[in-house]
C-alpha cells in the first residue's frame, strides 16, 4: 500500500496500541533489578536482590517446581487424548460428530470459575484437591480445546494423497500414521504440546480451588500480590515473560501457525 | 529388475457416492505388459476406477483380479501396485533416496538390498546422485521420476499413473512422455495410464479406453480409436472431426439430414441411422465434394486449417498442406475419398 | 464466514471411505479417552455444581440473584464492563489488525510477536504490572505529579477505569486476530479494482474492507464480550472488592461464605448468559453467511 497520511496516521496510532500492549511487560523489567528495599519506580539503583529473594525462597521454588512438572503432564496428556480427537473429527464422519466438537470447544467458552466451582465439589468428594494429579485432569480440559484447534489446522492443510501413496506403497495404517501422518504433522504437534503446557503454566483459577495448600506458581504470585506488592513479583515475573518469549521463539522454529490458537 | 508384471481383469465395476454415479458398471481387461490409457474429461470416472485398482476405493459392485486372484477388498497395501499420482505425493519429510527405498522398507527388504535397489532405480529414471536431496529441492520433472522410481522399485504387478504429467510444462511432458514410455518397455510393466489429454493417450498407449459418465465407451488400438471411433463422443474426443448423422439410402450413399447426399464404402444396411466421420486433414480431392465460404483461416505452421460455411448449414472444419491462407469470404471447394469416410 | 472464526466445523476431509458401516465406529473411536475426560471432569462437574442450585426443589436462590437489587446491580456491572471492553477492543483491536494484514510480511511478523507474545504472558504477570503502572503512588501518578499536570494522584486502580484497562490489555489480541484474518482473507484484486475506479482511500475502507471484514469483527467482538462475562483475575485484583463482576461474586460465595446453592444458582445464570450470547451469536453469523 502506497504510503499516505491516512497510513501514516494508523501507524501512528498503531505505534500507541503497542506502547499500550507491551508497556506491562516492559515495566517489570526495571523494578525486579531495583535496589530500593520497596517498590520504587524509576529504580533508585540495580540489584539482583529480589531474584536473589525468589531462589532463596523454597516456598517460591517448590512452587515453580510443581508448576513446571504439572504443565509437562497437562501437555503430554492434552496431546495423548486431543490427538485422536482432532484426527476423529477432522476425519470422521459420524452422527454427533458436530456435538462433539462443540463439546472439546467448549471449556473454551464455558467461564473458567464455573468449571473450578464444579471440580471443587467433585473433587473435594473425591478426596482430590491438593493432588497434583487432580490439578492436570483440570488443566488437560482447558488445554484440550488449544490440541484441537491447531491439530485440526494442521489436519486441513494435510495432503492425504501421501497417506495413500504410503499405502500403496505397502504400508500397515499404523505405519503410516507412524512414519508418514505423525512426522509430518510434527510442528503442529510442536505447537500444541507448547501451547498446552503454557495454558497450564499460567492457570490461576482452577488451582485457586484445587490447589490447596500445594502451592502452585500463579497460586503463589496470586497470594502474594494480595498480601504486598514487593518487587519478587516483578522478578517472578520477568522470568515468566523470558520462559513465554522461548517458547514463543520454540513455537515459530519449529512449530506451526500461533494463529489457530486465538479464536 | 525382474519383472512380475500380470494381467488386469476389472469386471461391471459399480461405484457411487451419494447420488453421483462414478463408475456404471466398468469391466475392462489389460493383457500382461500392456500399456493401456484411460481417456476422460474430468469427472468420467477415470480416477474412481484407478482408486477401486489401487484399492483406495472399494466398488459397490464388481471385482478386480490380478491373474486371476479377486483382490477387490484386499487392502492397499498388500496389492504390489506401483501408483505415481497426480502432484507426486512424495514425502516432503524424506530424501529422495528414502523416498525411494520406503517400498522396499515395509517389505523389510535387508539393508544392504535396499540400498543396491535404491540405486538401480534411480539410475533408471536417470536420478543418480540425487538421492540425498529433500523432494523439494527438485524441479518438477525431476521429482516425478523420482515418484515413478519409488513406484517401480519393488517390482509391483501393476504400474497406475494418474495424470502424472499434468504440472509439467509442454516440452517436459513430451520428454517424460517417451520415457514412460521407454521405461514401461523395458521393464514389462502392465501400465494403466490416466488422462484427458487426447495427444498424450494417442503418444504413449498400446490401447485406449475411453469414458465417459462413469462407462467406457469403447477400447480399442490408438488407431482404431482416432480412425474408427465407436460412437459421436469418442470421435468427438479424440482429435478434431466433422460429425454429421443421417440414413443411409441406399448401399454406398447416405442422406444426412441436412439433405447432403454423401458416397461411403461402408457397407451399412440400407435404411439404418448412421454418423459419418470426416477427420478435418483427410479433405483434399475426392468423389464428394464442397464448396464452401471461408469464415475463419488460421495458420498453424505444418498447416493451415479453415471454417468452411457449406450449402444446407453444414460447416466443415479442414486441413490443408500448409500454404497461402485464403481470403476469409472466399469461397473454395474441398472433396474427399468414400474411404476416408467413417461411418458408425 | 471462516470455519476458524465462526467457530465451526470444517467440511470432512474426503476420506477414502472403507467397508462400508464399520467407517462410523472407526472414526468415532479415537475421540472417545477425550470424551470420557470431558464428560468425567467437565460436563459432570459443571451438572452436578449447578444441581445444588435446586437442591431443596425451589427456584429461591434464583429469586435472590435475580431479585435483589446487589445482585442485580453485579449483573448489570457485568454486562456493561463486557459491553465496554468489547467496544473498546473493537476500536483499537481493528485498526491493529488491519495494519498487520496490510503491511509487509517483515513487518507483520514482528506486529504477531508483539500482540502474541502479551497473550501468551501470564494475566498475573499483566495484572501485577498494572498495579505497578495504575496505583496511588504508581508510575503514571508519579510522571503526572512531577511533569506538574496534577497536584494529587488521580485513582485509576481499585475502580471501573482499573478493570477496563486491563481487561482491554488481556481480551485485546482475541479482537486483533480475527480482524487479522478477515482482512487477510478479502482478495486483494477488489482493493486494486477499488483503486483503479478511483476510490479514494477512505471510501475504500468504509465500502469494501468495513463490509467484507464485518464477519471478523463480529466474530472478535463475540469472543471477547463471551470471555469478558466470565472474568475473574483483573476484577479481582484491579476492582479491589470495588467492583464486583460475577465470576468474582462466585469465587467469594464458595470461598468466603460457603454458601453452594447460591453459588451454583448465579453460576447457572452465568453460564446461561455465556452460551445464550454466543449461541445467538452463532446464529446470526450463520445466517449471515447464507447467500
Keep these: ?263 | 529388475m525382474a519383472s512380475r508384471s500380470a494381467d488386469l481383469r476389472v469386471e461391471g465395476l459399480v461405484k457411487r457416492f451419494g447420488e453421483v454415479v462414478a463408475l456404471d458398471g466398468v469391466s475392462l481387461d489389460i493383457a500382461s505388459g500392456e500399456l493401456l490409457t484411460i481417456l476422460g474429461p474430468s469427472g468420467s470416472g477415470k480416477t474412481t476406477l484407478l482408486k477401486v485398482v489401487a484399492g483406495f476405493e472399494t466398488p459397490d459392485a464388481g471385482s478386480v483380479r490380478v491373474d486371476g486372484t479377486d483382490i477387490t477388498t484386499l487392502p492397499p497395501a498388500r496389492r504390489d501396485i506401483g501408483m505415481v499420482f497426480q502432484n507426486y505425493a512424495l514425502f516432503p519429510h524424506l530424501t529422495v533416496a528414502r523416498n525411494v527405498a520406503f517400498p522396499l522398507e515395509m517389505r523389510n527388504v535387508g539393508k544392504a538390498e535396499i540400498e543396491r535397489r535404491v540405486a538401480e532405480a534411480l539410475e533408471l529414471v536417470e536420478l543418480e546422485g540425487y538421492g540425498r536431496r529433500l523432494p523439494r529441492q527438485l524441479s518438477g520433472g525431476q521429482q516425478q521420476r523420482v515418484a515413478l522410481a519409488r513406484a517401480i522399485v519393488f517390482n509391483p504387478r501393476l504400474l497406475l499413473l494418474d495424470e502424472p504429467f499434468g504440472a509439467l510444462d509442454r516440452k517436459l511432458r513430451e520428454t517424460m512422455q517417451l520415457e514412460v514410455r521407454r521405461l514401461q518397455r523395458r521393464l514389462g510393466l502392465t501400465t494403466i495410464f490416466i488422462t484427458h489429454d487426447q495427444e498424450e493417450a494417442l503418444v504413449l498407449s498400446d490401447r485406449i479406453a475411453v469414458m465417459n459418465k462413469g462407462s467406457i465407451e469403447q477400447v480399442a488400438s490408438t488407431t482404431e480409436i482416432y480412425e474408427r471411433p465407436a460412437n459421436d463422443f469418442v470421435a468427438d474426443f479424440v482429435g478434431e472431426s466433422n460429425i454429421f448423422h443421417g440414413t443411409v439410402t441406399e448401399v454406398g450413399s447416405v442422406t444426412l439430414d441436412s439433405g447432403r447426399r454423401l458416397l461411403i464404402a461402408h457397407p451399412a444396411s440400407v435404411g439404418s441411422r448412421v454418423g459419418v466421420l470426416m477427420r478435418p486433414e483427410r479433405f483434399g480431392r475426392g468423389a464428394n465434394s464442397f464448396n464452401g465460404e471461408v469464415k475463419e483461416a488460421v495458420y498453424l505452421g505444418s498447416s493451415i486449417k479453415l471454417r468452411l460455411a457449406c450449402d444446407a448449414g453444414m460447416e466443415l472444419i479442414v486441413r490443408q498442406p500448409s500454404g497461402a491462407l485464403p481470403a476469409i469470404g472466399s469461397r473454395i471447394s474441398v472433396g474427399i475419398e468414400p474411404e476416408s469416410i467413417h461411418v458408425f | ?291
Design chain 1, 1 to 263: 500500500m502506497k504510503p499516505n497520511g491516512n497510513r501514516r496516521l494508523l501507524v501512528a496510532l498503531c505505534t500507541l496500541i503497542y506502547v499500550f500492549l507491551m508497556l506491562p511487560l516492559v515495566v517489570v523489567f526495571p523494578i525486579s533489578l531495583s535496589s530500593a528495599p520497596y517498590m520504587q519506580f524509576p529504580p533508585p539503583g540495580l540489584s539482583t536482590q529480589w531474584y536473589e529473594r525468589y531462589l532463596d525462597d523454597p516456598q517460591w521454588i517448590d512452587a515453580t517446581v510443581r508448576s513446571l512438572y504439572v504443565g509437562g503432564a497437562t501437555a503430554v496428556l492434552a496431546l495423548l487424548l486431543g490427538v485422536p480427537l482432532a484426527f476423529s473429527l477432522a476425519r470422521g464422519r459420524y452422527a454427533g460428530r458436530i456435538a462433539v466438537d462443540r463439546l472439546a470447544l467448549a471449556p473454551l467458552i464455558v467461564p473458567v470459575i464455573i468449571l473450578s466451582v464444579g471440580l471443587y465439589g467433585l473433587f473435594a468428594k473425591l478426596k482430590l484437591i491438593g493432588e497434583w494429579y487432580g490439578l492436570v485432569v483440570a488443566h488437560t480440559v482447558l488445554a484440550l480445546p488449544f490440541v484441537v484447534l491447531v491439530m485440526m489446522a494442521g489436519l486441513r492443510d494435510f495432503d492425504r494423497a501421501l497417506e495413500q501413496a504410503a499405502e500403496g506403497l505397502g504400508a500397515s495404517r499404523l505405519q503410516t500414521l507412524f512414519r508418514v501422518t505423525l512426522p509430518l504433522l510434527r510442528p503442529s504437534l510442536v505447537s500444541a504440546g507448547l501451547l498446552a503446557f503454557i495454558s497450564s503454566f499460567d492457570e490461576l483459577v482452577v488451582a485457586l480451588f484445587l490447589a490447596g495448600p500445594n502451592m502452585t506458581l500463579p497460586k503463589k504470585m496470586f497470594d502474594n500480590i494480595l498480601m504486598e506488592i514487593d518487587p519478587t513479583i516483578a522478578a517472578v515475573s520477568v522470568m515468566q515473560i523470558v520462559l513465554v518469549s522461548i517458547v514463543l521463539v520454540l513455537i515459530g522454529r519449529f512449530g506451526r501457525g500461533l494463529q489457530g490458537s486465538a479464536r
Design chain 3, 1 to 291: 464466514m471462516s470455519s476458524r472464526t465462526a467457530g465451526g466445523l470444517p467440511p470432512p476431509l474426503p476420506s477414502p471411505v472403507r467397508r462400508g458401516r464399520a467407517g462410523w465406529g472407526r472414526a468415532a473411536l479415537p475421540a472417545l479417552p477425550a470424551l470420557v475426560l470431558l464428560f468425567a471432569f467437565f460436563l459432570f462437574p459443571v451438572v452436578r455444581m449447578l444441581g445444588f442450585s435446586i437442591e431443596d426443589g425451589s427456584l429461591d436462590w434464583y429469586a435472590k440473584a435475580l431479585g435483589e437489587e446487589l445482585y442485580l446491580r453485579v449483573f448489570w456491572n457485568t454486562f456493561e464492563i463486557a459491553l465496554l471492553v468489547t467496544v473498546i477492543c473493537l476500536l483499537v483491536g481493528y485498526p491493529l489488525g488491519f495494519l498487520i494484514a496490510t503491511t509487509t510480511p517483515g513487518w507483520a511478523t514482528l506486529g504477531f510477536i508483539f500482540v502474541l507474545l502479551p497473550l501468551w504472558t501470564s494475566v498475573l504477570v499483566r495484572t501485577y504490572a498494572w498495579m505497578v503502572l495504575l496505583g496511588r503512588n504508581g508510575v503514571f501518578n508519579r510522571w503526572l505529579i512531577e511533569a506538574g499536570v496534577i497536584a494529587d494522584p488521580i485513582p485509576m486502580l481499585n475502580n471501573f477505569t482499573g478493570v477496563l484497562i486491563g481487561m482491554v490489555h488481556v481480551l485485546l489480541p482475541y479482537m486483533v486476530l480475527p480482524v487479522y484474518g478477515a482482512v487477510r482473507r478479502l482478495d486483494p484484486a477488489l482493493v486494486a479494482a477499488a483503486e483503479g475506479l478511483g476510490a479514494s482511500s477512505w471510501s475504500i475502507f468504509w465500502r469494501i474492507y468495513l463490509p467484507l471484514t464485518l464477519p471478523g469483527i463480529f466474530a472478535g467482538a463475540t469472543i471477547v464480550f463471551v470471555l469478558s462475562l466470565g472474568f475473574f483475575i483483573t476484577p479481582a485484583l484491579l476492582g479491589g472488592g470495588k467492583v464486583m463482576m460475577l465470576a468474582v461474586l462466585i469465587e467469594q460465595q464458595i470461598h468466603q461464605t460457603l454458601n453452594w446453592p447460591f453459588a451454583a444458582a448465579l453460576s447457572a445464570v452465568l453460564l446461561a448468559l455465556t452460551l445464550g450470547v454466543y449461541s445467538l451469536a452463532q446464529a446470526f453469523t450463520r445466517q449471515e453467511a447464507r447467500p
